[in-house]
């Protein structure tokens, strides 16, 4: 039998730990930067953030394999708050907030809520943010850097929405960047293909630190050979390099609390607490299934992790964290046992930007585009478009609703407007399972199955009423779960009152389940058993076809 790892353990485990967490931070730091850059932040938050996603929620988490961070999730909702509040330490102050909530959230014991949002919701959901990277990610590809921040901290006021942005990129193209963001995503597509079906080491190697090399390679090469301008400036991360202990410390910002009494703080709060809680429990389970040891994570805690992780990075300048499906799935292909390795890769992006920050300043944006493009396209596959329209309009418009109103309004509002469209879609199911009505001249099953609530009085009504003189009603309730009290009282109407049609009503009652039908009328359905069973047969060889309706005919 195989031992699980404990928390004594966590040395033992060092071998394996130690070099996952390598791997985990190689594909971690460009994503912390990308994420950063899609978020309209400065990108030294990005940075933070996967410091405090990797080292606080990589302590207090119950999950030994999920890694945190900054998400691509919460790209469309930080831009859009940024914007908004024109201001990055009035943002904090949401993050910190968010924080907080989500650790309400945890000792509330919220941490059920992800089982109740429907999967083609989710998957609309991942599918719209997969969109909203690529239309925002395009600038950057093709070098236009009109819409881009006049500095780290401050957003371009005439900045356009992402679809603006998109088609006047084209009209401002940067030829040094679009070689480079060009040949990032061609290769980043090559080799996916080419390591997909692969084992051992080739599959280990982070296709983004790839990527990284190729972008820094390119620009360097352009500046030798003066082939093409090499790209400079805001065409460049811009990570603040530090000369002293207190200069890098310098580099921290703190929350603006004179905002704390601004209602659109609260309401963004409450949005990035509530998507971000999502998407971590969606990470979360997703993690759990891909764990070699099969270990459940207490999502409870989770939060109450998140919630912390979240409320030290908005203190001291970080953008929110989830949990990362991405890096999770490198930590545990890497071989990681333990979340030691979650807690090694924070420490370790740590000490990246206090010591080589002029190492990463020479990362082209356009190569962080083509990784999150890629990232966007994952995300959006045309072949899972295909899926969901092959499953039937009940899973496909929910999934399409909900894409196309985060587009159009923003994440929260999307998911909202996708879980209704799928609870109609639900409850219409729902509503026309629940009775069944068939008939055969005279002879009329009336089969009540699963739930039978209020809202199923109407129709019930309606076609007992439809029932003609000299009928014979058979009204099945066996295969019912529940039946509303209304709904009784209008079968039990319909049967004391159907002699007056001269209708012969047989009531089937289930021998487990209460239904709460009067002794009464029960007691009118032993009058003549042998007729209500060759009644039944005449109604199932109606219902299935197999001609054999003369045959029970003549048992009459």
């Known amino acids: ?31 912390c930067l990308g994420v950063a850059l899609a978020s309209n932040a400065p990108l030294f938050s990005g940075i933070i953030a996967g410091v405090c996603g990797g080292i606080v929620v990589g302590i207090f988490s119950g999950s030994q394999l999920s890694v945190s961070g900054p998400a691509a999730g919460l790209t469309a909702i930080v831009a859009a708050a940024i914007t908004s509040l024109a201001s990055f330490e009035a943002f904090l102050l949401v993050v910190v907030l968010a924080g907080a909530m989500q650790l309400v959230l945890g000792f509330l014991k919220a941490g059920v809520i992800g089982d109740y949002i429907p999967s083609s919701v989710i998957k609309g959901m991942l599918a719209a943010i997969g969109l909203i990277l690529i239309l925002n990610q395009f600038p950057h590809l093709l070098g236009d850097s009109s819409s881009a921040e006049i500095d780290e901290n401050t957003p371009n006021p005439d900045k356009g929405n992402i679809f603006i942005n998109f088609f006047k990129a084209f009209g401002s193209i940067n030829s040094g960047a679009l070689i480079i963001g060009l040949v990032c995503l061609a290769f980043y597509f090559i080799w996916e293909a080419m390591v997909s079906n692969k084992k051992g080491l080739l599959k280990l190697i982070p296709t983004p630190l790839l ?62 607490a509530l998507v971000a809680s999502l998407e971590t429990l969606l990470s979360i389970e997703a993690v759990d299934d891909l764990d070699p040891y099969q270990r459940v994570t207490p999502t409870n805690r989770e939060l109450k992790a998140q919630g912390a992780g979240n409320l030290l990075s908005g203190l001291i300048g970080g953008i929110p964290v989830t949990s990362v499906i991405v890096r999770s799935s490198a930590n545990v292909n890497s071989g990681a046992k333990t979340k030691m390795s979650t807690i090694y890769h924070g420490i370790f992006l740590l000490l990246s930007v206090a010591f080589i920050p002029a190492i990463l300043n020479l990362i082209p944006k356009a190569a962080l585009a083509a990784i999150l493009i890629f990232t966007g396209y994952k995300l959006a596959k045309p072949s899972l478009f295909k899926a969901f329209y092959k499953k039937g309009w009940d899973v496909f418009l929910p999934f399409v609703i909900t894409i196309a109103a985060i587009l159009a309004t923003d994440l929260l509002k999307g998911v909202i407007l996708g879980i209704i469209v799928g609870l109609f879609f639900s409850f219409r199911s729902n509503f026309r399972k629940a009775v069944f009505v068939v008939n055969d001249d005279t002879r009329y099953l009336f089969r009540l199955r699963k739930d039978v609530s209020f809202l199923n009085k109407a129709i019930i009504k309606r076609k007992l009423e439809e029932v003609p003189e000299n009928a014979h ?23 004391l009152h159907a002699p007056l049609k001269n209708i012969k009503v047989d009531l089937y009652t289930s021998g487990f389940v209460d239904h709460g039908f009067s002794y009464k009328v029960l007691a009118n359905n032993n009058d003549d058993a042998s007729l209500q069973r060759n009644y039944e047969e005449v109604i199932e060889s109606v219902i299935h076809g197999n001609g054999n309706n003369n045959n029970a005919k003549n048992k009459n």
Request: proline share 5%; glycine share 6%.
């Open 211 to 272: 990527i990284v090399f190729i972008g820094v390679g390119l620009n360097a090469i352009f500046g030798s050979v003066n082939f093409v301008q090499p790209l400079s400036g805001d065409h460049l991360v811009n990570m603040p390099v530090a000369k002293s202990a207190g200069d890098f410390f310098s580099f921290f910002s703190t929350p603006d609390w004179s905002m704390i009494g601004n209602v659109q703080v609260w309401t963004l709060a409450v949005t990035i």
């Open 473 to 495: 009603v058979i009204i099945d309730t066996k295969r019912a779960d529940y039946i509303d009290r209304d709904v009784v009282e209008t079968i039990e109407d319909f049967t």
């Open 1 to 31: 039998m195989t031992n699980k790892p404990r928390s004594t353990g966590y040395i033992k485990s060092l071998a394996n730990d130690l070099p996952a967490s390598i791997v985990v931070f190689l594909v971690a730091l460009p994503l």
